[in-house]
């Protein structure tokens, strides 16, 4: 072998392995940043572990809406039918937000067993759900009423 042979192929080799270390890199990023969606079902019967983020989903549980007068804090139910848990959020809620209906909490469980949402996301029309939360309700045997 030549050495100008030589040295293109361990530029090419150099160039593959650069790709490849880069490929891995990209792809443990994007699953340590990934958030799935999981169901009340799914946090019974999963031991997921405190301070791991994730999307929660399923309808606000009836008369499960508190209020803190003195703040924005508010306590509420997520069910799929099945299980429910219970949801902490500090913040202005969607327009939309209201019992019976179909939300996305992004947040962590906490220690005592509550999940702590940053944001809450309501469907934005009476005919959309999204399809992990219509599959969840399915799933539970939890058909969503009309309104």
């Known amino acids: 072998m030549t050495p100008t042979r030589k040295r293109r192929l ?25 958030l799935f969606f999981v169901s009340p079902t799914d946090v019974e019967e999963q031991s ?12 606000v549980a ?4 508190s209020r803190a007068e003195d703040s924005l804090a508010v306590t509420f ?16 809620l969607p327009d939309l937000f209201r019992e019976g209906q179909g939300i996305i909490a992004l947040g962590e469980m906490k220690p ?6 940053d944001e809450v996301l309501a469907k934005h029309d ?6 992990e939360v219509a ?13």
């Open 10 to 34: 361990i530029g090419v080799l150099v160039i593959i392995i650069g790709v490849g270390i880069a490929a891995v890199v990209a792809m443990s990023a994007l699953n340590e940043n990934m």
């Open 112 to 117: 005592d067993g509550h999940f702590e949402a």
């Open 77 to 92: 139910v997520v069910t799929d039918g099945a299980h429910s848990v219970d949801v902490r959020f500090d913040g202005i």
């Open 62 to 65: 009836a008369e499960s809406v």
């Open 126 to 131: 009476e005919n959309y759900m999204p399809p």
């Open 48 to 59: 997921l572990p405190v301070g791991k983020r994730f999307r929660l989903g399923g309808l």
């Open 135 to 147: 599959d969840a309700l399915e799933k539970a045997g939890h058909v969503e009423s009309e309104q």
